[in-house]
């Protein structure tokens, strides 16, 4: 192996330098059964994020304009609070939240395709302390989806 491959290896990280060894990765979702692309795949982080924006931002107007009356830290606390309620009962319900459905994606269990109540309190518990959607798998999915054993998908 010549400098130059040595560097691109490093630079390209360790999941390039696996694969150029010969380890499959597979592609995401493949683990769970899913198809690697259109409606029933893992959804993209690109769609989780603008999912979680648009919600957020849902959140933040509401407790600006009908909780606080202007905008201060007090805000952001109802704000997340809302953002907790919303998440129960809309994936707890539906499946969907109003931002993951402008997004195209969809909220299922993994064996049994639908959320009940208690999978969706505890991944929203688990999303409103931040970290756990931080700590991804393989499949892209975050900490939160992993103990909630659910899986987010594109519709």
């Known amino acids: 192996m010549d400098k130059r491959q040595a560097i691109?290896?490093?630079?390209?990280?360790?999941?390039?330098?696996?694969?150029?060894?010969?380890?499959?990765?597979?592609?995401?979702?493949?683990?769970?059964?899913?198809?690697?692309?259109?409606?029933?795949?893992?959804?993209?982080?690109?769609r989780r994020l603008g999912a979680l924006a648009v919600d957020w931002a849902l959140c933040v107007l509401i407790a600006?304009?009908?909780?606080?009356?202007?905008?201060?830290?007090?805000?952001?606390?109802?704000?997340?609070?809302?953002?907790?309620?919303?998440?129960?009962?809309?994936?707890?319900?539906?499946g969907f939240t109003p931002g993951k459905r402008l997004f195209g994606i969809r909220v299922v269990a993994e064996g049994t395709g639908t959320v009940n109540p208690l999978r969706a309190l505890l991944r929203s518990l688990l999303l409103c302390l931040a970290i756990?959607?931080?700590?991804?798998?393989?499949?892209g999915r975050g900490l939160h989806d992993r103990l909630a054993r659910t899986v987010e998908l594109r519709i």
């Open 64 to 94: 600006y304009s009908l909780i606080t009356d202007g905008y201060g830290p007090a805000t952001s606390n109802w704000a997340l609070l809302i953002f907790f309620l919303l998440h129960v009962l809309t994936v707890g319900t539906v």
């Open 8 to 46: 691109g290896s490093w630079l390209s990280g360790p999941r390039a330098a696996a694969e150029d060894a010969g380890v499959d990765f597979g592609y995401r979702g493949e683990q769970l059964g899913l198809p690697e692309s259109g409606p029933g795949s893992i959804a993209r982080p690109g």
């Open 132 to 139: 756990p959607p931080l700590i991804w798998d393989r499949d």
